[in-house]
C-alpha cells in the first residue's frame, strides 16, 4: 500500500483499523470516512435519530400508562381523553420523523461510501469479511425497508 501511494496511486484499505500502521492509515476506509465533508453532518443527524428514538420511547411509555388509566375510569375526562389523542398523535408524528431521519442516515452513509470508493484507484481488503460484515450491520441499523428506499441520482 505504501509503496502504491508513493507513486501516485491512490489505495484504498478495507479492513479493521486496530491493525492499520500509522502510515497507512489516512488510506484507510474509516479515516476516509471520517475525513468525508458528510462526516459532521452524518454523526449530528444520527445524535439526533438517538434523541428521537430516546423520546419516543418515553412518550410511548407515557401513552400506555395513560390508557391503562383510561381503561380503569368508568368517565374519564375530556381533558385526560384529550391529552390521550395528543400524545397518540405526537407519538405517529415522531416516528414519522425517525423514520425521515434514518432514510437520510442511510443516504449519507451509501454517498459517502460511493464517493470514497470511487476516489480510489485500488482497493486493499484485509480481514474484508469481517470488515464487511460490521459495514453490513451498521449500515443496515438505519436502512429503511426496501419499499422505501431512495434510489441513487
Known sequence: MEGLAKV????????FSGNVRKSLLEHSLDYKLEQHPLYPVLIQTVEEEGELTAHLQELSKEYETLMLKLKQMTRPRKTT???????????????????????KIYAMQQDMLHDV????????LHHWYSRLTELIFSYNRFAPPASQQLTRR
Open 8 to 15: 501516485g496511486v491512490k489505495p484504498l484499505r478495507v479492513g
Open 81 to 103: 381523553l384529550a391529552r390521550a389523542d395528543n400524545m397518540k398523535h405526537a407519538l405517529s408524528t415522531l416516528a414519522k420523523r425517525q423514520e425521515k431521519l434514518k432514510r
Open 117 to 124: 470508493v470511487s476516489e480510489a484507484d485500488v482497493v486493499s
